[in-house]
């Protein structure tokens, strides 16, 4: 079958008539008016067309003018539209002229924009295949786009249309200036080229064809000289980041995205968001707070409507978000705070949990624990390192779990929430000695000085991490070649095989094998499991040649800074402030002893998750050998529940797991997540008024004190980033996974981030300037442009000039 009328087409019909003319069929068949045509199938041979029943098949339309539209097999998809890659003709008269534009239209599948496209979204080209679209040509009055879902700001409750008098290229080109209307529902008036009953129309066919899809569309139409309204082409809308799951509370709910105080941006595997659910819900229960953990777009977002309608939290709700959320968290939250939907409520009518018995005793727990680390944070250290040792001998796995039910049932009961006063309050009382000097010594000291005194930081067990990854670098040199020049994952499965020269490495991985890019994510594979990332790291450090810049030297010097800037500040403070700037300094001390211990409970609880995963995978692999699961990893995208239906029913998971895998898939791809989200999917910060710049610089967060200039390296995977020395790490966001590719990095750009954060304090101890939340910073500065980084200003300032390199592909909207 090579010709098909567009009304015998249907929805599952993609592979043989390709996305556009499976959607038109579809919308014909849901009773949608589309201009009549047929469409040649992906089988078609171009060079050897059936013109005889192109032809016939063009004469029963009437003949006249004709649309000539690819309908390609990655067209239309949910990320991928292929908007404007593959070429159209319009007005196409005669049997000649169609057949001419019918073979050029099925040879655009593998033209230039198609091509960088499908590479831009990992599709394979040899999957891809061409179907053409011949459609009856409309005389329009009037045409344009209609959006079933607001595009600039996520907004369900809006649409919104663009339109112009004539042909629908005009807008969709770019190429006329085109009237802009926002739907809502409510009745408009009249303007532009279109009547409100127009815009009636418009708004009731763009709820009948988003219900009927089932998503957000990009709807493509006309209205021609009788009135009459043609839908020309719907497909979904690529870049609308998932909305909230529905809820049966009538008034509107904001989510914050809490993915980035780990450093994270990228999607949680299933498996992964219950055990971090479990963990954030934890971490905030001694802090008095219930916030409900929310899955939008595989991210881990927290409902914090209570908070925000309730009169007494709100209040300290943004100070509250400085240390881990950070400014753009702080600015979107005061939008809503400011919002009057979320006015607050009468006392009580929020349901917020009051104190309690047991909130109390967490508080003086909590008093106590800090107080004494103050007091004597050697000790506090002493007895943290303790409990973090007896965290990883408690992660090994008890004898007996021999059959799968067994390792499942150690997977369910196990459970690693339970507080470790002498872990985490030493941590609280680091924290709060770094954060609270800067208010004290207003007008002594300036804030990037502050922040000096915290670089160099001792007893960091990331930072330590770092420095002996650089020293098995040290002791590669005999090796540099292999490991420079050869492909990191090529090294890995050297390094597994035993067939990699004695750098080190397996007491490395011994020690430190169980942390990884995303590490919090159970789905996640360890370093131990695949040293792919450790590879490119070692890589880029052999890469450096100025021993001056050797990481360990730059680390003294931080240190060195750091102790020589406190003592300044002492002199000063005891001067000009002697009661408030001895306080100031007292914590400024106690912060280099303590502050450095932050990563010490995060890295200790990763025990418990290698072990889980490992169990997991050993379950995995028995389930795959009773057809159960395609893979063995393919367990991290089912629940536990559905492992036990597995394990204990038989039940099937392979389709379930799959389709999870593809939409995991393709959020990885997504690029930007909004820090903010309100129920009707409002990404909060797309609302907020626009912050006016005087120059070129981009304004973000001074994170670190210094200035650097020098190369950008726009990076968003770390197991294959090429850093060379020098180089200005720019990047969406950073966890501990990252930092080793600090200790050769200039300078460190984010687009979003916390001061206290993994990336920034790295950083700081490193010595190197970082700049933080950089709104788009990944988009708008490019791979190999010279740029400036001043963390004492917070400014990066692109410069004309570009070294030679190659920008790594971003990802344009279809």
């Known amino acids: 079958m090579q010709i098909i009328a567009l009304s015998d087409i249907t929805a599952h019909m993609r592979d043989l008539v390709g996305g556009k003319a499976a959607g038109l069929g579809d919308l014909i068949r849901h009773g949608e008016r589309v201009p009549p045509g047929f469409c040649i199938t992906t089988g078609t041979d171009l060079d050897a067309l059936p013109e005889a029943e192109i032809v016939d098949a063009y004469q029963r339309l009437g003949g006249g003018p004709v649309a000539v539209r690819s309908s390609s097999t990655a067209e239309d998809l949910p990320d991928a539209s292929f908007a404007g890659q593959q070429d159209t003709f319009l007005d196409v008269t005669g049997a000649t002229d169609l057949l001419t534009a019918v073979r050029a239209c099925g040879r655009s599948l593998h033209g230039p924009r198609a091509t960088a496209y499908r590479d831009a979204r990992h599709i394979d080209h040899d999957t891809a295949r061409m179907a053409v679209v011949v459609q009856r040509m409309i005389a329009p009055a009037v045409s344009g786009v209609l959006f079933t879902a607001n595009p600039l700001t996520g907004c369900r409750t809006q649409m919104m249309v663009d339109a112009a008098a004539g042909p629908g290229t005009a807008v969709v080109d770019g190429a006329t200036a085109a009237d802009h209307y926002v739907l809502d529902g409510s009745d408009q008036p009249a303007r532009g080229v279109l009547t409100p009953a127009h815009l009636a129309d418009l708004h009731a066919a763009g709820a009948r064809i988003q219900a009927h899809t089932g998503s957000p569309q990009d709807v493509e139409w006309a209205i021609d000289e009788q009135g009459t309204l043609w839908i020309l082409q719907s497909r979904p809308i690529t870049t609308l980041f998932p909305p909230p799951p529905a809820t049966d509370k009538p008034q509107p709910r904001v989510y914050l995205e809490f993915g980035h105080v780990q450093g994270m941006l990228q999607p949680v595997t299933p498996m992964g968001m219950a055990t971090l659910r479990d963990l954030i819900a934890a971490m905030l229960a001694p802090l008095g707070l219930r916030v409900e953990i929310v899955d939008i777009g595989g991210r881990l977002y927290g409902d914090l409507t209570d908070l925000a309608r309730d009169r007494s ?119 709060l000695a770094a954060s609270v000097p800067s208010h004290l010594l207003k007008g002594v000291a300036e804030p990037d000085e502050v922040q000096r005194v915290l670089g160099g930081m001792p007893h960091n067990v990331t930072i330590e991490m770092d420095l002996a990854l650089w020293r098995i670098a040290e002791r590669a040199t005999a090796h540099r070649h292999l490991l420079r020049d050869t492909p990191p994952h090529e090294l890995a499965l050297l390094h597994h095989q035993g067939k990699l020269p004695d750098i080190g490495l397996t007491a490395f991985l011994d020690r430190y094998g169980h942390r990884g890019v995303a590490e919090v994510d159970l789905g996640v594979p360890r370093w131990a499991e695949d040293p792919t990332p450790v590879f490119a790291m070692l890589a880029n450090y052999l890469r450096l040649t100025d021993a001056d810049q050797a990481p360990d030297r730059r680390f003294a010097r931080a240190a060195a800074t750091a102790e020589a800037t406190l003592d300044d500040i002492a002199t000063r403070a005891g001067r000009r402030r002697p009661v408030r700037g001895r306080l100031a300094v007292f914590l400024l001390r106690r912060a280099r002893a303590l502050a450095g211990l932050r990563e010490a409970g995060k890295f200790a609880g990763l025990y418990h998750l290698r072990e889980m995963r490992r169990h997991l995978l050993l379950i995995g692999a028995d389930l795959t050998a009773a057809d159960l699961l395609e893979q063995p990893d393919d367990i991290m995208f089912l629940t536990l529940d559905e492992v036990h239906d597995a394990v204990h029913e038989g039940a099937d998971q392979r389709s379930a797991a799959a389709a999870r895998k593809v939409i995991h898939s393709r959020e990885l791809r997504r690029r930007t997540v909004p820090v903010a989200l309100l129920s009707d999917g409002t990404d909060v910060e797309a609302v907020r008024p626009a912050t006016p710049t005087t120059d070129a610089a981009l304004r973000g967060v001074g994170a670190a004190p210094g200035r650097a200039t020098g190369p950008a390296r726009v990076v968003h995977d770390p197991a294959t980033a090429h850093i060379e020395p020098g180089d200005i790490l720019v990047a969406a966001t950073t966890d501990p996974g990252w930092t080793p590719l600090f200790l050769t990095a200039a300078a460190l750009v984010t687009d979003t981030g916390a001061i206290m954060a993994h990336g920034p304090t790295v950083a700081r101890e490193y010595g190197i300037p970082a700049v933080i939340c950089v709104p788009d910073a990944t988009r708008r500065i490019t791979t190999g442009q010279i740029i400036t980084v001043d963390g004492a200003a917070g400014t990066v300032t692109p410069h004309e000039a570009t070294a030679p390199a190659v920008p790594e592909p971003t990802l344009s909207r279809g």
């Not at 004597?376 to 007996?400: E, I, K």
């Open 313 to 431: 939290a709100r209040k300290r709700l943004v100070k509250l978000m400085a240390v881990d959320f950070g400014p753009r968290a702080q600015a979107a939250m005061e939008h809503v705070l400011a919002d009057p939907r979320f006015a607050p409520l009468e006392r009580g009518a929020t349901g917020t949990r009051r104190a309690n018995p047991a909130a109390l005793r967490t508080a003086a727990r909590a008093l106590t624990g800090i107080l004494r680390a103050l007091a004597r944070p050697d000790a506090a250290r002493t007895r943290l390192f303790h409990a973090v040792d007896q965290m990883r001998l408690a992660s090994a796995a008890p004898d007996g779990p021999t059959t799968t039910a067994d390792r499942l049932r150690l997977v369910q009961t196990r459970d690693a929430t339970d507080s470790h006063d002498e872990i985490t309050w030493p941590v609280v009382a680091g924290i």
